[in-house]
């Protein structure tokens, strides 16, 4: 792994995510007669981690959140020393896709930042729900966020399919979580939106890197231990003939 190349691919990634995700909640969600509602913002962030896993998953995993390579530590499939780059690249992708989304809403005459897609619980819940709710909806769905990435991206599962089935993941995870939280799983892109709103959602954004990790993490030991392909025993069987004869004078394979 290029850990330089990894890094700008999260930056980059993440960025997107934030843009597109956000994006389509903040212009297009509420845009009249044609908004499209939290069903579309919802497609709209599965959307992004597809389209990324395809682009930067051979080059960097396409983490895109913190939550995710917390969960990935814990299951034995990304190393530690690499988790503190890849959040710093994440949470500064995420504020830069948020920046830029700034930049583009801040052009309508009468603008007015609101919520800026903000994650927020209480009475800064979509749904008016409770902290102790909010807090169970994004570990729950960060855990289950995080069965599907190791399970889609086992050594074991069908090849080719795992982003389909984590943009169709997080799509649904949206569409359950949006009314309660806004939906974050994301602590990176909880944090771009919060340095923008500030105020409130800068008091509420430790729910939003708490619950996400825990969720993540929860998944990635449960998986290790109870779903991991245990290695088999040594063998000590005579290896095959190779299936052709190697030139003279040459070891077979070279």
Same mark, same amino acid.
Request: proline fraction near 7%.
């Given at each position: 792994?290029?850990?330089?190349?990894?890094?700008?691919?999260?930056?980059?990634?993440?960025?997107?995510?934030?843009?597109?995700?956000?994006?389509?909640?903040?212009?297009?969600?509420?845009?009249?007669?044609?908004?499209?509602?939290?069903?579309?913002?919802?497609?709209?962030?599965?959307?992004?981690?597809?389209?990324?896993?395809?682009?930067?998953?051979?080059?960097?995993?396409?983490?895109?959140?913190?939550?995710?390579?917390? @969960?990935?530590?814990?299951? #034995?499939?990304?190393?530690?020393?690499?988790?503190?780059?890849?959040?710093?690249?994440?949470?500064?992708?995420?504020?830069?896709?948020?920046?830029?989304?700034?930049?583009?809403?801040? @052009?309508?005459?009468?603008?007015?930042?609101?919520?800026?897609?903000?994650?927020?619980?209480?009475?800064?819940?979509?749904? @008016?729900?409770?902290?102790?709710?909010?807090?169970?909806?994004?570990?729950?769905?960060?855990?289950?966020?995080?069965?599907?990435?190791?399970?889609?991206?086992?050594?074991?599962?069908?090849?080719?399919?795992?982003?389909?089935?984590?943009?169709?993941?997080?799509?649904?995870?949206?569409?359950?979580?949006?009314?309660?939280?806004?939906?974050?799983?994301?602590?990176?892109?909880?944090?771009?939106?919060?340095?923008?709103?500030?105020?409130?959602?800068?008091?509420?954004?430790?729910?939003?890197?708490?619950?996400?990790?825990?969720?993540?993490?929860?998944?990635?030991?449960?998986?290790?231990?109870?779903?991991?392909?245990?290695?088999?025993?040594?063998?000590?069987?005579?290896?095959? #003939?190779?299936?052709?004869?190697?030139?003279? @004078?040459?070891?077979?394979?070279?």
């Amino acid at each position: 792994m290029n850990l330089s190349k990894s890094l700008l691919a999260e930056f980059l990634g993440t960025a997107w995510l934030v843009f597109g995700g956000c994006g389509a909640a903040v212009l297009a969600a509420a845009y009249p007669g044609l908004g499209i509602g939290f069903a579309g913002v919802a497609l709209a962030f599965g959307l992004t981690v597809l389209t990324m896993a395809f682009a930067i998953g051979h080059i960097s995993g396409c983490h895109l959140n913190p939550a995710v390579s917390v @969960g990935l530590v814990a299951g #034995k499939r990304f190393p530690l020393g690499h988790l503190l780059p890849y959040i710093v690249a994440q949470v500064l992708g995420a504020t830069a896709g948020a920046e830029i989304l700034y930049v583009i809403a801040r @052009g309508k005459p009468g603008f007015v930042l609101g919520s800026f897609a903000a994650n927020g619980y209480a009475a800064h819940s979509p749904g @008016g729900y409770s902290l102790e709710a909010c807090f169970v909806a994004e570990m729950v769905l960060t855990f289950f966020f995080l069965m599907i990435i190791l399970g889609s991206t086992d050594i074991r599962a069908p090849k080719g399919f795992a982003p389909i089935a984590i943009g169709l993941g997080l799509t649904l995870i949206h569409l359950v979580g949006i009314p309660v939280t806004n939906t974050s799983v994301n602590p990176a892109r909880s944090t771009s939106q919060a340095l923008f709103v500030r105020g409130w959602a800068l008091s509420q954004l430790w729910l939003f890197w708490v619950a996400p990790i825990a969720g993540g993490l929860l998944a990635g030991l449960i998986y290790k231990v109870f779903f991991a392909e245990t290695p088999a025993p040594a063998s000590h069987a005579v290896p095959a #003939k190779p299936e052709y004869e190697p030139l003279p @004078g040459t070891a077979a394979g070279d």
